[in-house]
DNA sequence: GCGCAAAAGTCATCATACAAAAATCCATTT
DNA sequence: AAATGGATTTTTGTATGATGACTTTTGCGC
């Protein structure tokens, strides 16, 4: 009964066809390959281009107008919708790389990712449960192995976004992440002191919490863990840019004595 | 702008057909008539029970499923989901996508809102805090004067925004405020029963709070003040929505009995 | 009883056909 | 020549039947 989670390890489930189909017409959307306003092609055409049944696309489009981001008019065609895209266009256009400006975005990801913990621990279902308990356990398995665990830690936090059943959380945290990412990943100024051990233990640690927290169904728990989580990820992060400083003005001072 | 469904008093909506199967099925979960872990009759039985194809019954599930109200298993069935949210599943429940999507952004808002009263409780300088008291009394000035206090209510919350000094807050705000404003302001249902002395008498006494926990420097009582004050909101855009159905359905029957 | 294979039930996908609405084209009319 | 109106085509919506994959249950042999 209640523990059909409580083993399952890898959860394996498997990817119908038309999900795959939303996501790869998600990226396109999402690349302004086709403007808000104008037509997709129409269900003929894309059977053609992915290879599948019409019953997959029809299915893979219905998912797509559930999220609002399409729109079917009957005997005219699928058109993509107007506000979305230029909602995130114009928030993604205006922040560079700055530093300054990274740590403001990310303070909107923590509104935005703290709400989310609090939103999935409550909505969340038993499929995409798993998905955050598989993302926490292949943060831990690359962990192990030394291996980069960036990108397994973006999953665990979009799994988390993708739980609240709110299509908007998951696209704000796309956004938002790719510009300003906390925890490591590859910017080329934290190669080292970033991804030792001891830090990521200390990562996999929190979102322990959080698992926990969203597991048990206690939204205000898990909005503190999250809270928790991010403020320390700040915190980290401005830790970081101060050793930058610090290395930087090491080197100019050893090249003026030399 | 987005004036243009303004004059079509009419429903120009076909209800497709899996959109009335959708609304009927999300009737019984709500009323409870399946308990949560339990299996939906099957697809084929469904056809039976509604009259329609199975392809209609497919989509509909699919847009449950999307909401994550049902879990389909291949070769299983296709069962409720443990934990819904009552809430969301009722304010869904029989309204176009059009407005389920506004709920959805305004979800988004709440979470930046909540995160911008607490910094502001911490950040604020002389002048913000002034200006967020000047269109708190604004907002009291035309109340007393029965004039329109939509702008006044949106300046408010603007000024919270602005005094995170983080100015991604009050983008946000703004970007996410023009599709989705749950005050009031100029939408064209909202005319009447919004706009009375004791409903715009509750907004400022939730602002009161909020501007209290933010004068008195106390993040955590200007989160939960402002969660009390948008879930509130919430609540009654709900209402609001479903009235407005009730109107619809009360101008289409008089239309057919006339 | 227990284990295992067969069978039935169920969702996922495919293929085809027709209906309905919109867009386009074209002929008729002004 | 321009405009109007209807016929044709395009495109989505719905219906139907069939097949495969996966899950659950049943039944059989031991």
Redesign the interface.
């Known amino acids: 009964?209640a523990s059909d989670t409580a083993t399952s390890l890898k959860v394996e489930r498997?990817p119908k066809l038309?999900e795959t189909v939303v996501a790869a017409i998600r990226k396109q959307l999402q690349a302004g390959e086709i403007q808000p306003g104008q037509k997709l092609p129409t269900e003929g055409q894309l059977t053609d281009t992915f290879g599948v049944s019409r019953?997959v696309i029809?299915?893979a489009l219905?998912?797509l107008?559930?999220?609002?981001l399409v729109e079917p008019r009957?005997g005219a065609g699928v058109f993509v919708t107007e506000?979305i895209s230029t909602?995130f266009g114009?928030?993604a256009a205006d922040?560079g790389s700055k530093d300054s400006i990274a740590l403001?975005?990310l303070?909107?990801r923590?509104?935005?990712e703290?709400?989310?913990a609090g939103?999935a621990a409550?909505?969340?279902?038993?499929?995409?449960e798993a998905g955050i308990q598989e993302a926490f356990f292949e943060f831990e398995r690359l962990l192990l192995n030394s291996e980069p665990t960036g990108p397994a830690d973006l999953a665990f936090h979009r799994a988390i976004a993708s739980a609240t059943?709110?299509?908007?959380?998951v696209e704000?945290l796309d956004v938002l992440g790719r510009r300003a990412i906390p925890c490591d990943v590859t910017s080329p100024w934290s190669t080292e002191l970033a991804q030792s051990d001891v830090y990521q233990r200390g990562l996999q640690r929190e979102h322990l919490v959080i698992l926990n927290a969203i597991t048990a169904?206690d939204a205000e728990a898990a909005r503190e863990a999250m809270r928790a989580h991010l403020t320390a990820s700040q915190q980290r992060y401005r830790e970081r840019l101060h050793a930058r400083q610090v290395f930087y003005a090491d080197s100019v001072r050893a090249a003026a004595t030399e």
Chains 1, 2 share one sequence.
Do not use: C, W
Not at 65 to 68: E, K
Not at 165 to 169: A, D
């Open positions: 009964m498997k038309s019953t029809r299915e219905a998912k107008a559930a999220d609002g009957q506000h909602m114009a928030l922040m403001n975005v303070e909107v923590l509104a935005i703290i709400e989310s939103l409550i909505r969340r279902n038993a499929a995409q059943n709110n299509p908007f959380y704000m169904g």
